[in-house]
């Protein structure tokens, strides 16, 4: 995780845990592709819904960003 992500990380988790409780536990996670901006796209699916997301690697692998949508 960049220094930049990982700063902002702890203030977004409150937000993202109710989100994710709400969609219920995951069913499955299946890749789709990269985005024209060089994002991984994945396709989540939950017990009660499904959520695109999309995850962002810096040059030197670590995770510089993700979003988090749900369907």
């Known amino acids: 995780m960049t220094p930049a992500f990982a700063d902002v990380t702890p ?5 993202l845990k109710d989100s994710l409780a709400r969609l219920g536990a995951v069913q499955s996670v299946t890749f789709k592709g990269v985005g024209r901006g060089g994002a991984d796209i994945y396709e989540v699916k939950f017990e009660h819904s499904a959520a695109e997301c999309r995850i962002s690697l810096a040059p030197d692998g670590k995770t510089q960003g993700m979003l988090f949508r749900a369907q």
Do not use: A, G, I
């Not at 203030?11 to 937000?15: C, G, N, R, S, V």
């Open 11 to 15: 203030q977004q988790l409150p937000q």
